[in-house]
Structures are given as C-alpha cells and as structure tokens.
C-alpha cells in the first residue's frame, strides 16, 4: 500500500492504460482515464473511476497535449501520474509539470529524463559510468575530416544517427567515403534537420539486442529484475521478446548488471527503466541506450521474476523500496500482434476485427486494448496486444508458443501470426536439434522479409487507398460516432452532457435498425478521423502523393523538377518512433514538394505531386482505374 499516492491519472490509452488501471485498482488507489472521442468506449475507460474527454481530432490535442492534461489533473483531484509508455512518458517537461503542480510523476526525475534523452549525453553518461557505448563520436558531427578520420579508422559501413531518435528514426548506413561526402553535402536538401543534430557511430553488422530491466528507489537500492533478448526485429522495430536471454557467453549477464548499475548511479535514477546493449558476435557488449520508463516487453521480466512491475514503480515514485527479485524462474516470450502484413513486409493495415479469439490454458497471458468489431488505424502504431507466453524452460516454452498460435484466430485484418509460426518452427531461432542460436537483428529481415523487389520497394500501405485494393466497408475506417450535445444540472451546476446519438434515440423511442459496428480504435497514437475521406480523394487524383498516417517529415529524398522512376524512395515520414517510407507509384517527374523537414502532417494531407509519364499512367489506371494513385496496387505487393 502506498503512503502519499491515493489518485492516479493515467496519461496514456489502450492497452497499457488498462494494465495500469488494473494495477492501481489492485492497490486500492482511485483511477482517473483520459480519452480521446475515438476511444470513448475503450475496455480502460469503462474499468476506470472516472474518464475526461480529451477535446481535438489529433494525438498533439489530446495525448500529447501537455496543458490539457495537467488541467485534467487539477480537476480531477489526481495526486499522481503514470505516462504509461510512448506519448509524454520520456518528455521532460512534462514530468517537470506534475512536479510542479504538486503530484507524483511515476517515472524518473526530469533531469535524469533530459540526461538519458539525447543520445550524445547519454553516451557522455555513458562514458562517465566507464560503460562503454558503441564506438562513435559523442559530438555532433560538423567536421567532415573528423568524420573521414573515424571511419578510416574504424572502417565502413558507419552510421549517421539523430540525437533525438529512436526505434531506428534518423538513421542512415554509409557504406564509403562517396556516400559519406554525399550525406554532407545534400543533407540540407535532402536528409532534414541540422547536422549539428547528427552523431556517428559504427555499425555493427550482426549484434544481438539484449536489455536489462532494472530498479532503483530513493534509498539507493538496485535490482536488474530480468535479463531480455529482443534481437527479432523489423525495421529496428522489435516483434518477439524473451526473457531472460537465452545463450548469453560466459561472464555477459554479470557485466550487464554492472554497467546497469551504474548507469542509473550515474545519473540518480529513481524509478524502473532499461538499460539496452548491442552484444557482438565476439561477445563484447556496448552500450545502446537507457529507456527511462515502463516498455512493452516488461510482461517477459515480470513473468519471469514474479513481481507486478507497475505496482514496483508506483511504490517506488511514492517513496518506498523496492522488492528484491528472487531467482528468476522459468521461459517467458512475448509476441507483439499488430496489424501488419507479412505479405507485405509488415506494412501497416488496417480494418474490421471480425473475429477474435486469444488462446488460454497454463502459462498463457494475454494483453490487449481491443475487442472484437473495433476497428483497427493504420496511422501509427498497429499493436493490437500482447500474447505472452511462459513455460518452465526454453525450449518448453516454444512448444507453448506453437500450441498458443494454433489457437489464435484473428480475421478481418492481418497479423504476423503467420510469421511467428515459421519463427517458432526455425532452428536457427529454436536452437532445436543441435543447431546453435544465431540470431542478430538484422536476422528476420535477412531471412523473411525483404526477399522480393515488389515487397521491398512496396509503397504506401495499400489498405489506405480505396482505389489500389477495392477496400470499402468494413475495411475502411469506421466513421466517429454521432453525438449530440445538451445543457443540464447536476448538484446544482450547469454543466454540457455530451452522449452518443444512438443513446438519444433509444431513450426518446425512436432508435433505428442499424449496423452494431463499434467506434474506431486507433492504437497507441489516435490519428485523424478525417482522414478516410482525405485518402479518397488523393485516390482519384492522378499523380498525387499523400500522408498514409499522421505523421512527421523526416526526409525528402527528391526535388521539384526531378525524374524518378516507379518505386524510388521519395519522402520518409515518422510516427511513434516508426519511420515509414513513401515510394513513386509509377514513374515521373516531380512537380511540387508541398512539405519539407519537420512538418507535421495529417493523414491524407498532399506530399509531392508527378507529372506521371504516359505509359505507366495509362498502366496505372487500367489496372486501378486511378492515375498515380500513391498507395501499392494489389499487383506491385503481391
């Protein structure tokens, strides 16, 4: 039980607001819900004491929204705030905020937050801790000698890495001093940003990603909870984690608790976090990065440690210590399904959950933020839950694994499920049979995706394009339910009741038969309502290159004027930590760029328009019925 904490505002949505709100209920302490209108009738706003509408039809109204969520606080009585995780959960500012007014900000301090945020004082944290971060510069980079001189030095390829990013955003491989001079040189134009917000690092080739999910209260006392592996990646992007990791070289896990203590030493961390490594094929580790906050895979940690870390980090932020871990304690695996097409090279879809059926039985954990006939927006990230799955050992737990997907039914949108079953069936994975574990993160990518030009060079999501897939219906995305607005009393104050039309008509008796298709449920990032509309009419316009999500410019790779030819990479957006990558639906010439680096665009929103050539216009069009339609056809995915 907690001293000081008795109200908790979860900043966040779907999935992990219910797993907190489950915690918290636990704990005894009231629960305060925020909602977006898409999220009205969310499984965490149901469960929650109270919920408080989020006014705006974009994530940076409602869950990025600062101010108004720091009223929310105040109105609602809230002497707590846990930011769950993406959103506001690493921002500063906002932690500073809840200080501020007077509540508990669950999570680190802010100037551990500001610490740990940029990646060049993080390796300087680093460096101060004698942990040893992955050869680089832990300087921005605007000296091309210092640049030549360290890949000379170290060798290609090397990495140009953003400051601020993260899950594999700002990234670019340079592979020789031609494309070291080029990156410089065009970066401007081409790249975004300032150079000055780049750092170079060298790329390690085959490295496995392994983390430790660690601890630490006010009085000093540090615990590494698990060990993880999550080297099963797409685009730096992870899909299966496990704990603890699996086949570590002798010595590693004791050095990974170490250079985890002090990391968090370093900088006075108080709070849950995890500290990531890059382990070599030689077993050398380098440090990554630390995530100041709960992560996705802490389900694996907890599974296999046998603590409630949501209710760690509450008792720690509310002054208390922390438990000791015992001994960890069998195989845990976690496998993110989201809606993405293995078909596809995991692109991200969209539609109706038709049919949804988890599995269950010993040693299954299912956590998710849908239900059946929600439907699922492609415009950020499509994780629709968790499956977790643990077992006494490794290897019994891959079994499990494979029973536990042979009985998941999801229909009515795509899941890697598939994938996970060749995975779950792979030596090389398993290592069944004699065959040693070799798995790096670049490791899926290398053996399932990327295997077909079509699939490597596919577009825009297909789902988002009514005239590339003939997508209509329940596929498309679920318009916001009606409402209606009125002016009442409640303990003698005047208030406005907001309540959905449907209720209306079904208490003045004049509801009609209609469909029961629930509301949209945008996962993790509420993207625009607006934006089916928006995408049909980029469909019909030839030529026209639109925002498959709401999202932000990170690159432009063309200019005006410039020929390209079917499937060159023109513009590369970025949302929930996702970079997403807009290729030339036919071959053409750049008319205009109607966006540059750093612009915030909606789903729909115009990107760059071609003067398509003639042939594949007339291709296009027979084979669509739209000129330059933006997204992949059918054909060019399959």
């Known amino acids: 039980m907690t001293q000081n904490v008795k109200k908790l505002l979860i900043a966040n949505r779907g999935e992990i607001a219910l797993r907190v709100?489950?915690?918290?209920?636990?704990?005894?302490?009231?629960?305060?819900?925020?909602?977006?209108?898409?999220?009205?009738?969310?499984?965490?706003?149901?469960?929650?004491?109270?919920?408080?509408?989020?006014p705006g039809d974009t994530y940076k109204d409602t869950y990025l929204n600062e101010d108004l969520l720091i009223d929310v606080l105040h109105r609602s009585g809230a002497d707590a705030v846990h930011p769950g995780y993406g959103f506001l959960s690493e921002v500063a500012s906002f932690a500073d905020k809840v200080d501020r007014a007077g509540a508990t900000?669950?999570?680190?301090?802010?100037?551990?937050?500001?610490?740990?945020?940029?990646?060049?004082?993080?390796?300087?944290?680093?460096?101060?801790?004698?942990?040893?971060?992955?050869?680089?510069?832990?300087?921005?980079?605007?000296?091309?000698?210092?640049?030549?001189?360290?890949?000379?030095?170290?060798?290609?390829?090397?990495?140009?890495?953003?400051?601020?990013?993260?899950?594999?955003?700002?990234?670019?491989?340079?592979?020789?001093?031609?494309?070291?001079?080029?990156?410089y040189m065009n970066h401007d134009s081409l790249q975004g940003g300032d150079l000055n917000e780049y750092f170079v690092?060298?790329?390690?080739?085959?490295?496995?990603?392994?983390?430790?999910?660690?601890?630490?209260?006010?009085?000093?006392?540090?615990a590494v909870y698990s060990t993880r592996d999550c080297s099963v990646q797409r685009r730096n992007q992870k899909l299966i984690e496990e704990a603890p990791a699996p086949f570590l070289p002798e010595g590693v896990h004791e050095q990974l608790e170490r250079y985890s203590r002090a990391l968090f030493d370093a900088v006075g961390y108080v709070g849950l976090g995890t500290?990531?490594?890059?382990?070599?094929?030689?077993?050398?580790?380098?440090?990554?990065?630390?995530?100041?906050?709960?992560?996705?895979?802490?389900?694996?940690?907890?599974?296999v440690c046998g603590l409630d870390l949501v209710r760690e980090q509450i008792t720690i932020a509310d002054g208390g210590a922390l438990t000791e871990p015992p001994a960890a304690r069998g195989h845990s695996f976690e496998l993110r399904i989201t809606c993405e097409d293995p078909a596809k090279n995991l692109t991200p879809s969209s539609g109706t959950l038709t049919r949804l059926e988890w599995p269950s039985g010993p040693g299954i954990r299912v956590d998710s933020g849908v239900v059946e006939g929600d439907t699922i927006s492609p415009k950020f990230d499509s994780m629709m839950g968790k499956l977790v799955v643990t077992a006494q050992d490794r290897e019994a737990?891959?079994?499990?694994?494979?029973?536990?997907?042979?009985?998941l039914h999801i229909e009515?949108?795509?899941?890697?499920?598939?994938?996970?079953?060749?995975?779950?069936r792979d030596d090389e994975f398993t290592a069944e049979h004699g065959h040693p574990f070799d798995i790096s993160t670049k490791w899926l990518e290398r053996k399932y995706l990327n295997r077909e030009a079509n699939a490597t060079r596919a577009g825009q999501p297909a789902s988002l394009s009514a005239g590339a897939t003939g997508a209509t219906g329940a596929a498309a995305e679920a318009k916001p339910t009606p409402t209606e607005t009125f002016v009442i009393e409640m303990n003698d104050k005047r208030v406005k009741l907001t309540v959905p039309l449907d209720i209306v008509e079904n208490i003045t008796g004049s509801a009609r038969a209609r469909g029961a298709q629930r509301p949209t449920q945008p996962l993790r990032g509420a993207g625009l309502h607006r934006a089916e509309s928006a995408q049909q009419k980029t469909a019909d316009r030839p030529g026209v290159i639109a925002a498959p999500m709401q999202a932000v410019v990170t690159r432009i790779n063309v200019a005006e004027g410039q020929h390209v030819a079917k499937g060159d990479l023109l513009v590369v957006l970025e949302s929930m930590k996702m970079e997403n990558y807009v290729y030339a639906p036919a071959a053409g010439t750049v008319t205009k760029i109607f966006v540059g680096p750093a612009t915030g665009v909606e789903a729909g929103e115009t990107l760059v328009t071609l003067d398509v050539d003639g042939a594949d216009a007339k291709a296009k069009t027979d084979a669509t019925g739209t000129a330059g339609t933006a997204g992949a056809t059918k054909g060019d995915a399959q």
């Open 201 to 222: 690092e060298r790329f390690i080739d085959k490295g496995r990603h392994v983390e430790t999910q660690c601890g630490r209260d006010s009085h000093g006392n540090f």
């Open 105 to 183: 900000w669950i999570g680190p301090s802010p100037e551990a937050l500001t610490d740990l945020g940029d990646k060049i004082t993080a390796r300087r944290v680093a460096t101060r801790a004698k942990v040893p971060p992955v050869p680089g510069l832990s300087e921005s980079v605007g000296d091309i000698r210092a640049l030549y001189d360290f890949a000379h030095t170290h060798g290609y390829p090397i990495m140009m890495k953003r400051t601020d990013g993260g899950g594999g955003r700002g990234i670019t491989i340079v592979r020789s001093d031609d494309e070291l001079r080029g990156f």
């Open 397 to 407: 737990a891959v079994a499990r694994v494979r029973r536990a997907l042979g009985e």
């Open 275 to 303: 500290c990531e490594f890059m382990l070599t094929d030689t077993g050398k580790v380098y440090f990554l990065e630390v995530n100041p906050r709960l992560q996705v895979e802490h389900t694996v940690s907890e599974q």
């Open 412 to 424: 009515g949108v795509p899941t890697p499920a598939s994938l996970f079953e060749q995975v779950f």
């Open 21 to 54: 709100v489950r915690t918290a209920r636990e704990m005894g302490l009231a629960t305060v819900a925020v909602y977006a209108e898409q999220d009205r009738e969310a499984p965490y706003v149901a469960l929650a004491d109270e919920a408080y509408l989020l």
